[in-house]
């Protein structure tokens, strides 16, 4: 199993031809340095693919979902490039469900 400390959420789209060196390349270019046990996301334009870049301390692991009907609820923002989420949310964010309602131990809020 790989441990996973912390979600970053990537606001910028990201072109899902890209591997795990130019996926690494984005990571840090956009956070900074790839942290041992955080987990990166990263999503096309129209939000129906999404890219997962983990660092375990050993290697880089790269996964890819697609979406055949719909797409992910993603942050666009103009300001931030990047956001950190917790457990919930990125479990809710995979499933299709309002991940940015859900708040800490389970409450969904009002935005």
Known sequence: MIRVDAVWIATEPMDM???TDTALARVVKVFGAA????????????????K???????????AARRLHEGH???PRTDTATHLQIC???FDALVLGLPWHRL???GIITVL
């Open 103 to 105: 708040g800490e131990a």
């Open 72 to 74: 992910f609820i993603w």
């Open 52 to 62: 997962v870049l983990v660092h375990d301390g050993f290697g880089i692991w790269l």
């Open 87 to 89: 457990r919930e949310q």
């Open 35 to 50: 942290y041992p046990n955080h987990a990166y996301l990263f999503a096309n334009r129209r939000a129906n693919r999404m």
């Open 17 to 19: 031809r890209a591997g």
